[in-house]
């Protein structure tokens, strides 16, 4: 077997130079030969394929159709071809594109090794075999038959014809790739189809055309477009179809009786210099070459209608030079009008994306509705565009009678102003309400010709307003307001313009209602920052506002270096009063000393606080020690006009009070400790010296500057007028 296999390689291998596919079978399928034009188009190698069965890759050569075939050639049959136009891929290979080649398969009878077989005659037969496929029989008088009849044949006892007695027979199959012939001459037989049918069509044309020349004339005036033949020497036309009188109101004759005037005429002045170069171009252009232009004619009745030309040379001079040209010109107004009403669409679309994105890109109410109001004024070129806003219970239609207030608008310099005013029954009556509720769109194109009652047309006269077109603002169910747009004189609102308002009325009132629901997350987050910061029962800042309103004053006071106040008070004998009145009493006499505190600092950037229990603290930014005191003055005061009774108090038979100044200009070194240690020093002081007075502490010369030094002086300012000057006023 395996000298069977050599033999087979080195007699078959010449087949591994021919252009083909070649591929020997033994009976039962295997593959004893496989060359590599068939390797390189299956990609599969002959290593991989030789001594297996065909079927195992090819399964569908198992299909009896083949089994069939093969069986005779097994037995020494004749050969027997495969069409490429029946069985165009027996052996599938790939083409350009992943298509498949489509083969011409030829599978002769071969005789087994053992008869014998030379390479001369293998040569010989495959091309006795292409012969076969080209002709379907053996050619005769062709010169490939002669060189086949050369005397280098293959002998009869050797025969790879059929009928020779030969133990068994090999499969040969001998594979022609006839993908691109075939494409070819699919592509020549669809040219030729094409070519007859054309010819057909010319020439049943020409003779229709020749039958009659008025045949022709009507078919030229049923044109849906002008034809006409324009001599470039005469300036002139010089034939006109009947087209004329439909599209642009003239007669052939008036058209041709219009000589060289027709140009100035008849074409759009803007158009003439565009036309002329159109012209221009025609010497240099080649026989059958189109030019192309669009310009304006005028109609008799004086309107302007676009047209599209088609061009070319239709007679030219001895010399070769342009003479005239024929050319057709199709009506595209409504083509020109659908196409600038498109551009102005996509105009508007992309100009209301951006109002859209201007109203949604705020959260200010204010911002939303005047950023609208001047958007919408400019996209609709109005004369005024407002927002009204409809007052409470108004959507709900309450029992009184319905108004708006003109919330924001935007107007143009020669229209009065109508901001603030306030509309009673202007389109506000129940059927309107309901209306808007339903996103129903009223626009009024003439004021004085709309079904309106005569107050409201009496109203819109003191505002010189003639047309106007109102939308509402819905928010779910409520009718929250109206967007109108106004205009001095009267108007024709477009759908489009109708429809993109309506668009921007949904995105406005979700707009409006992000920037209320704002407003209240605002509210409500300052709400809460005051309930975090305010102390309950006084209602003064707590101590944690104390404390990070001093360390922020103490950093701005630093860079600044301006100098920075701070007084502690304290009530005198407090336990004694709670004891004597009661906790209840002593939480009144907390809030009425709190409110007299209040009352005695002035200026906006001062803070009084509750430091603690019954002590209170006054910071006094951008003040020196001389103001300090006069606010610490002006406290003792207010506490002393109270006259709260405190019967347990040991200095006085009313609630007094001791203070503690202390004034420094901080460094960025330290820190706002150092200020509440110097005055709650200078408060110590004053409880130990009696009570009911003022104690001032600056810092000690000795020490260091700027708020480091730690050596306090103390000053006395103990009450001793009760006529002292307010502070305010000094």
């Known amino acids: 077997m395996i000298e069977e296999s050599k033999s087979i390689k080195e007699k078959f291998g010449v087949l591994d130079s021919v252009p083909v596919g070649a591929c020997l079978l033994q009976d039962d399928f295997v593959v004893l030969f496989w060359n590599t034009c068939l390797e390189e188009w299956t990609k599969i190698p002959r290593s991989q394929i030789l001594g297996t069965k065909i079927t195992t890759h090819f399964p569908h050569l198992s299909q009896l159709k083949y089994a069939t075939r093969f069986k005779q050639i097994f037995a020494g049959g004749p050969p027997t071809i495969f069409s490429s136009q029946i069985h165009k891929h027996l052996i599938p290979a790939t083409w350009q594109d992943g298509q498949q080649r489509i083969q011409q398969t030829t599978v002769t009878a071969v005789p087994a090794q053992e008869a014998g077989i030379e390479e001369q005659e293998i040569r010989d ?9 080209s002709d379907g029989t053996v050619g005769v008088g062709s010169p490939r038959s002669a060189f086949l009849s050369r005397e280098s044949a293959p002998s009869a006892s050797s025969s790879i014809w059929p009928g020779v007695n030969s133990p068994s027979f090999y499969a040969l199959l001998v594979i022609q790739d006839v993908t691109d012939l075939t494409h070819r001459i699919q592509a020549y037989r669809t040219m030729r189809d094409q070519a007859l049918e054309e010819v057909q069509v010319r020439q049943r044309v020409e003779e229709e055309l020749r039958s009659s020349q008025h045949f022709i004339q009507q078919i030229a005036d049923a044109a849906p477009y002008l034809l006409y033949i324009y001599d470039l020497t005469e300036q002139r036309n010089v034939y006109v179809n009947g087209q004329a009188s439909k599209l642009l109101g003239y007669t052939p004759q008036e058209i041709l009786q ?22 221009q171009k025609f010497p240099s252009t080649q026989d059958g070459h189109i030019l192309e232009l669009e310009y304006r004619l005028k109609h008799r009745s004086g309107e302007w209608r676009w047209f599209r030309c088609r061009d070319q040379v239709f007679a030219r001079t001895a010399d070769g030079c342009p003479k005239q040209i024929f050319g057709t010109a199709q009506d595209i107004t409504e083509y020109k009008r659908a196409e600038e009403a498109l551009r102005q669409q996509n105009e508007r679309e992309l100009l209301m994306a951006t109002i859209t994105q201007h109203i949604r890109q705020s959260l200010d109410l204010g911002e939303v509705l005047s950023t609208t109001v001047t958007e919408v004024r400019h996209f609709l070129q109005a004369d005024r565009v407002m927002i009204v806003r409809f007052n409470p219970c108004t959507a709900s239609l309450c029992a009184g009678p319905a108004t708006g207030a003109v919330t924001v608008e935007s107007v143009a310099p020669n229209c009065p102003p109508m901001l603030g005013e306030t509309l009673e029954n202007f389109c506000f009556d129940q059927f309107y309400i309901e209306a808007y509720q339903h996103r129903a769109i009223r626009p009024i194109a003439d004021v004085l010709a709309a079904d309106m009652p005569q107050y409201q047309i009496d109203l819109l006269a003191q505002f010189a307003v003639r047309a106007y077109l109102v939308v509402p603002l819905v928010q779910g169910d409520e009718l929250w307001g109206l967007l109108m747009a106004h205009q001095c004189s009267p108007r024709q609102w477009m759908q489009l313009e109708v ?12 707009a409006i209602k992000q920037a209320e629901l704002y407003q209240q997350l605002q509210a409500a987050n300052l709400k809460l920052e ?11 800042a707590n101590r944690r506002r104390f404390d990070q309103y001093l360390e922020m004053e103490w950093r701005r006071q630093a860079r600044e270096q301006t100098p920075l106040s701070l007084i502690l008070c304290d009530i005198d004998s407090f336990k004694s009063y709670n004891d004597t009145y009661g906790h209840p009493g002593g939480d009144e006499c907390l809030r009425q000393v709190a409110a007299a505190i209040g009352n005695a600092v002035g200026r906006p950037a001062d803070l009084v606080a509750r430091y603690g229990g019954e002590e209170f603290a006054v910071i006094l930014p951008n003040t020196a020690i001389q103001g300090a005191v006069m606010v610490a003055e002006h406290i003792q005061l207010k506490i002393a006009a109270l006259q709260l009774p405190h019967a347990g108090s040991q200095v006085s ?18 820190g706002a400790e150092i200020l509440i240690a110097a005055a709650d020093q200078a408060l110590y002081q004053a409880k130990r010296l009696g009570r009911d007075r003022i104690q001032l502490y600056q810092p000690d010369p000795a020490g260091k500057a700027n708020g480091t030094g730690t050596s306090i002086l103390p000053v006395d300012f103990s009450i001793s007028n009760t006529n002292l000057p307010s502070p305010t006023s000094a």
Do not use: C, F, N
Request: proline fraction near 6%; aromatic fraction near 6%.
């Open 258 to 279: 219009m000589q060289t005037a027709l140009y100035s005429s008849l074409v759009y002045p803007e158009d003439l210099p565009r036309l002329k170069a159109h012209q």
């Open 653 to 670: 038979p009313y609630v007094t009070m001791s203070l503690g100044v202390a004034s420094i200009v901080p460094a960025s070194e330290s």
């Open 499 to 510: 429809e993109l308002l309506s668009s921007l009325a949904t995105q406005l009132a979700i």
């Open 125 to 133: 037969w495959v091309l006795r075999t292409l012969e076969l496929e």
């Open 530 to 540: 005051r309930l975090a910061t305010l102390d309950e029962l006084t209602q003064l």
